[in-house]
């Protein structure tokens, strides 16, 4: 059982040296990002212990302070006192390094434009317009002779600027979606990308070689790496990028799925824990702006649990 909170007229001690440690390497593994349910299922238990919840939210405290500092003032600092700071700042160190070094570096290398739990607009080189959906990102790479976008992460939607000599492409995971004068939303969702068109007409390609499908204004399709591109259902014009307008709507979404799409509007991380494949597919309209009210209700609807933990981690399982 976690312990009691603190009360004003008693405060709890600082904790000890082990567990700051302990609690500042827990830190550093949320912030990186790199989990699995086995770790998440040790960290629970960890914060159980007590003293233990006490210390986390006390380093999480000190994580959050990190930041430009003064300089030091011109009288001797003690000698344990300074070593101990040395000690801490080498500590702090090494938990943003780590915090950098995480699954996702190499997109803040690579991407030109990035949205985090916010929808973002974009203005294109060539006066074309995009809309990024929370936790996407782009890299725009324009030449002489073709306009090409990278879908590094998430979904987007294009209006693009006609310019019949500089055909507008959008790559993700190794296929391409070109432009023939017209709107349009590229999405990725684990390995497989899917287009729809809003206006004009757009061709997709699984690779890079060809092979092109035409999609005219609500037409839709989907591609693996690699694979082939396959037609969908067509989905009605004021349905496509519906998050612009702030809605996220889930048509024959696994659960899986739904608990990702909705993950990506919260400003904590979300964790699966559990098989959810057998659990019925979500058709469901939640608000982006509401991400804890949508997934309590996704929850509620699908069957699920949803522990909350300290710093807005939410744990997702199959309800017992």
Do not use: C
């Not at 497989?192 to 007409?201: D, I, L, P, T």
């Not at 061709?203 to 399709?221: H, I, K, N, P, S």
């Not at 608990?259 to 309209?285: E, H, W």
Request: glycine content about 6%; cysteine-free; overall charge positive.
């Amino acid at each position: 059982m976690s312990p009691h909170p603190p009360s004003s007229s008693s405060p709890l001690p600082p904790p000890s040296d082990a567990v700051a440690v302990q609690a500042r390497a827990w830190i550093a593994w949320l912030a990186s990002g790199a989990t699995d349910a086995g770790q998440m299922r040790a960290f629970e238990q960890w914060l159980g212990e007590p003293g233990h919840r006490h210390a986390f939210e006390h380093e999480r405290q000190l994580w959050r302070s990190l930041g430009p500092r003064p300089p030091a003032p011109a009288a001797p600092v003690p000698r344990r006192r300074r070593a101990r700071w040395h000690a801490w700042s080498v500590a702090a160190a090494a938990l943003l390094a780590l915090a950098w070094v995480a699954p996702d570096a190499w997109l803040r290398l690579q991407a030109d434009h990035r949205s985090t739990r916010a929808i973002e607009r974009v203005s294109l080189p060539d006066g074309s317009r995009a809309v990024l959906d929370a936790d996407s990102a782009i890299a725009v790479h324009y030449d002489g002779h073709v306009r090409r976008i990278a879908l590094l992460r998430g979904q987007a939607w294009f209006e693009v600027a006609h310019e019949p000599s500089r055909p507008f492409q959008v790559e993700a995971q190794g296929g391409v979606v070109e432009d023939i004068s017209t709107a349009f939303a590229v999405s990725r969702w684990n390995q497989e990308v899917e287009a729809v068109v809003e206006q004009g007409r757009v061709r997709v390609a699984a690779t890079d070689r060809g092979g092109w499908t035409y999609l005219e204004a609500g037409q839709r399709a989907r591609f693996a790496p690699a694979g082939r591109v396959t037609r969908r259902d067509d989905v009605a014009l004021d349905r496509i990028a519906a998050w612009r307008d702030g809605e996220l709507l889930l048509e024959t979404a696994s659960v899986e799925e739904a608990v990702q799409r909705i993950a990506r509007y919260r400003s904590g991380k979300t964790f699966v824990r559990g098989d959810l494949s057998a659990l019925p597919a979500v058709n469901a309209a939640f608000r982006i702006d509401r991400p804890e009210q949508a997934l309590d209700a996704l929850a509620v609807s699908a069957g699920l649990s949803v522990t909350r933990l300290p710093m807005g981690v939410a744990i997702v399982a199959p309800a017992q």
